[in-house]
Every structure is written in C-alpha cells, then in structure tokens.
C-alpha cells in the first residue's frame, strides 16, 4: 500500500504565501506523476497544478504564475508553493500521486485566505 500525507496549510492574508507538502511513503517502485488538487466548500473538486516523472509541469489558469509545483525524489515529497495567495485560493488542498500503478490521494490539508 501506499500513503500520502499532505502539510503546510493554514489561514493567512491576502497577497501572502503559504507551502504545501506532500510526502509518500509505502510500497514505491516509481513515481510517474504528482499532483494536487482543492475543493472549496460546495463546489466540485479542480485540478491546480501536477509535475510528471520527466519533469513537465501542468498548472489550472486560475494558478499560473503565482503557484509552482516543484518534487524532492528522494524524499518521495511534492512541493506547491503558493504566492500572492488570494481569497479564491480557499479550499482543502489534496495530494494525488500515480504511484507504482494505481492512483493515491491524500485526505487534503485546509488553506485559508482572508481578506
């Protein structure tokens, strides 16, 4: 089995950063791609950002230029730093990893923007 842990949530004011983490641990053979994904109260999960085994990176529109997706391999941990964070950005931030085959998620970490 594998297990994703996320971290780094938080509230904080507009205009401020906050770093996520996600961190597998488990039966891992290879990792082919991470990614994260947030769900605001009432709304339908999005995707927000996902770094592949070569390197290539995705990001959503709305967190381009302002979020970077970044992996430690040898820790088995993907990074999302978020800058110039706005209110919009609240919602439960989620770890996906395509891990030795199958997909894994995270239970998600709480990122809360003020005003």
């Known amino acids: 089995q594998v297990q994703l842990v996320e971290s780094g949530g938080g509230l904080v004011q507009a205009g401020g950063s906050l770093r996520l983490s996600c961190a597998a641990s488990?039966?891992?053979?290879?990792?082919?791609?991470m990614g994260w994904y947030r769900q605001a109260p009432g709304k339908q999960r999005e995707f927000v950002a996902r770094i592949h085994s070569g390197g290539n990176t995705n990001y959503a529109d709305s967190v381009k230029g302002r979020f970077t997706i970044s992996r430690d391999n040898a820790k088995n941990t993907v990074y999302l730093q978020m800058n110039s964070l706005k209110p919009e950005d609240t919602a439960v931030y989620y770890c996906?990893?395509?891990?030795?085959?199958?997909?894994?998620w995270g239970r998600g970490t709480q990122v809360t923007v003020s005003s």
């Open positions: 488990g039966s891992i053979f290879s990792i082919n791609a």
């Open positions: 996906n990893g395509q891990i030795s085959g199958p997909d894994y």
